[in-house]
């Protein structure tokens, strides 16, 4: 049987070891949402222009094939407010016929693409540093409204640092 001294140290010692949690800042979740959408049924490509469309200051895509029109449109308008956009793409895919890639840095959109021997097969967006969209959805049509694929939008400034940096790697590698 536990005798009143023993329930006195425990509790004691459960309310130091909070103090110091509080002390030490572990009890601070890191702030976070994540939302996961499923094409074709959860409309990917309007929750990715609604995200774009919501940009502040920054738009970083690593994105394996570009085709779509309107996530085209929505960067050019975040790029016309001031927000950097700047776009690295595959280098196969932005060669098809139907790659919006060729077109971005004629409408103010700097862009370079990935040529190294391997593929850069990367599809997320990093947006004002804090917000990540990615998942196997292509900015395609067919990503959109035929094949089954999936976009994850992640808030939290810890996770879109390490994406950041991914893409500054992808960048700096690009032509």
Request: glycine share 6%; net charge negative; with cysteine.
């Amino acid at each position: 049987m536990v005798g009143m001294h023993s329930i006195r140290f425990l509790t004691i010692f459960a309310i130091l070891g909070v103090f110091a949690l509080l002390l030490a800042g572990c009890t601070e979740p890191q702030s976070s949402n994540v939302d996961v959408f499923f094409c074709p049924q959860d409309q990917c490509e309007d929750r990715a222009v609604a995200a774009i469309g919501a940009a502040q200051t920054s738009v970083d895509v690593a994105m394996y094939s570009f085709t779509s029109k309107e996530l085209f449109s929505e960067l050019e308008k975040a790029s016309a407010r001031g927000v950097r956009v700047r776009v690295v793409a595959d280098y196969t895919q932005s060669a098809g016929q139907s790659s919006v890639v060729p077109w971005l840095d004629g409408n103010g959109i700097p862009a370079r693409v990935y040529t190294k021997s391997i593929t850069m097969h990367d599809k997320f967006a990093v947006i004002d540093n804090k917000i990540v969209l990615t998942g196997s959805y292509n900015w395609t049509t067919n990503g959109d409204e035929r094949n089954r694929e999936n976009l994850a939008i992640i808030t939290d400034s810890a996770i879109a640092e390490q994406y950041s940096e991914e893409f500054f790697r992808l960048w700096a590698e690009a032509d």
